[in-house]
Every structure is written in structure tokens, then in C-alpha cells.
């Protein structure tokens, strides 16, 4: 497999993982109510990439918004992805998109800055 993609709708993210270049991206709102039967195939894939990754892998999340049990999932990708640290398999690079007056994702960041060896950077969004 080279890439993988599910285009975004209302209620579902933008997901594109690209195992060509290492790039995994997560876009748009994730508030979908059925994650335990979305989600499961998102982590299959994205530990298909793990098995196989490149040097470094680049991970995207730019969502506007996520609902709690979207966060569980997309930490528990985040922390599969980590793995490739702790095997010295490669290097991964998260820049997670954010508004600075949005204390939860915010709140998020740091958990995940805390938590994993990636490297996080987080971008605030530029508000006018």
C-alpha cells in the first residue's frame, strides 16, 4: 500500500497516510459518534505503516475540533506511532495545528509533549 485516504465530511477527519513519504495527516473535526467501528481501521493501517516506516515520519493533526472519545483514539495512534522511538526505527515529528483559546487541545498538547519522545511542535493558528 502506498497511500491511504478518507476524505473529510461533516463529521469526519481528512486522514491521509502516505507510506511513500511518511506523512500522516489529520484534518478537519473528528465528532463522529461511531469511533469504535472508525477508528479500529485507522490504527490497523497506521501500524502497517510502524511495521514498515521510513527514516522519519511527519504526523499532521490540524483539527479544529475532537470529541473525547476521538482524542482516546488519536492518542492511542500518537502513542503506537512513539514506538518507532523506543525501537529505534525511525524519528517522528507531530506538528499539531491549535487556537490559542482553546485550553482542551491545548491542555492535549501537553499531555502528549509530557507523555511520548516524539518531537511536538505546537503551531497556533493566526487569529485576525
Request: glycine share 4%; proline share 3%; charged share 25%.
Amino acid at each position: 500500500m502506498n497511500k491511504f485516504e478518507i476524505k473529510e465530511s461533516a463529521k469526519i477527519p481528512r486522514i491521509l497516510i502516505d507510506f511513500e513519504h511518511g506523512i500522516i495527516n489529520f484534518t478537519g473535526k473528528s465528532t463522529l459518534d461511531n469511533t469504535k467501528e472508525f477508528y479500529p481501521r485507522i490504527i490497523d493501517v497506521v501500524n502497517q505503516y510502524i511495521n514498515n516506516p521510513k527514516h522519519i515520519t511527519n504526523v499532521l493533526i490540524d483539527l479544529e475540533y475532537y470529541n473525547a472519545e476521538s482524542a482516546k483514539y488519536l492518542f492511542e495512534i500518537l502513542k503506537n506511532l512513539d514506538t518507532l522511538i523506543t525501537k529505534h526505527a525511525g524519528e517522528v515529528k507531530i506538528f499539531w495545528h491549535y487556537d490559542p483559546d482553546d485550553y482542551g487541545i491545548i491542555s492535549d498538547i501537553n499531555k502528549i509533549k509530557a507523555t511520548l519522545k516524539c518531537n511536538v511542535f505546537a503551531i497556533e493558528y493566526e487569529l485576525i
